[in-house]
C-alpha cells in the first residue's frame, strides 16, 4: 500500500494501529500494510465500523491490529482480541475483497494459475493473469 494510504489509515484510527512502528518480535504491523491500493476502502470502513462498536460497547475494548496482509486473493486482518462482532466485521470484509480489485478497488473476481489474485479485467489482462 501507497505510504500516503498507510500514513492516513494510522493516523486516522490510532488505537487500532497504535502499534504500526513496533518491533517485529511483538507485531507483524511493522511490515505495514501488505496488500495493495485497492482495499483500502474496504479497510477504511473496516476501521470506522470496529471504532464505532467499540465506542458504543464501552466495554469492548479497540484491538490492536497485528497485521493486514493479502492471502489466497483475500484480505486477512489479524487483531489481538475481539467480540463477535468484530469477527463478524472482519470477515464481512474479507468476502468483500474477494470481490474487489486490490490494485484499482473496482469490481474483480479471483483469478490466477499458481498465485491467487483478485483483479478486475483490466488489470488481469495487464498482468496476465489468467481465470482458473
Not at 17 to 40: I, L, P, Q
Request: proline content about 3%; some cysteine.
Amino acid at each position: 500500500m501507497k505510504k500516503e494510504l498507510d500514513e492516513k489509515l494510522c493516523a486516522d484510527y490510532p488505537e487500532l494501529f497504535k502499534n504500526r512502528h513496533a518491533n517485529v518480535r511483538s507485531t507483524a504491523m511493522c511490515w505495514g500494510f501488505e496488500c495493495n491500493d485497492g482495499w483500502y476502502g474496504i479497510i477504511d470502513q473496516l476501521c470506522k465500523d470496529i471504532t464505532k462498536w467499540c465506542k458504543e460497547h464501552a466495554k469492548i475494548p479497540v484491538p490492536e491490529v497485528m497485521q493486514v496482509k493479502e492471502k489466497f486473493g483475500g484480505l486477512r486482518f489479524y487483531i489481538s482480541r475481539g467480540d463477535d462482532e468484530i469477527y463478524r466485521l472482519i470477515h464481512a470484509a474479507e468476502e468483500q475483497s474477494l470481490k474487489t480489485c486490490e490494485i484499482c478497488g473496482k469490481p474483480g473476481k479471483e483469478r490466477g494459475g499458481g498465485w491467487i489474485r483478485t483483479l478486475c479485467d483490466k488489470h488481469a489482462e495487464q498482468l496476465e493473469v489468467v481465470d482458473y
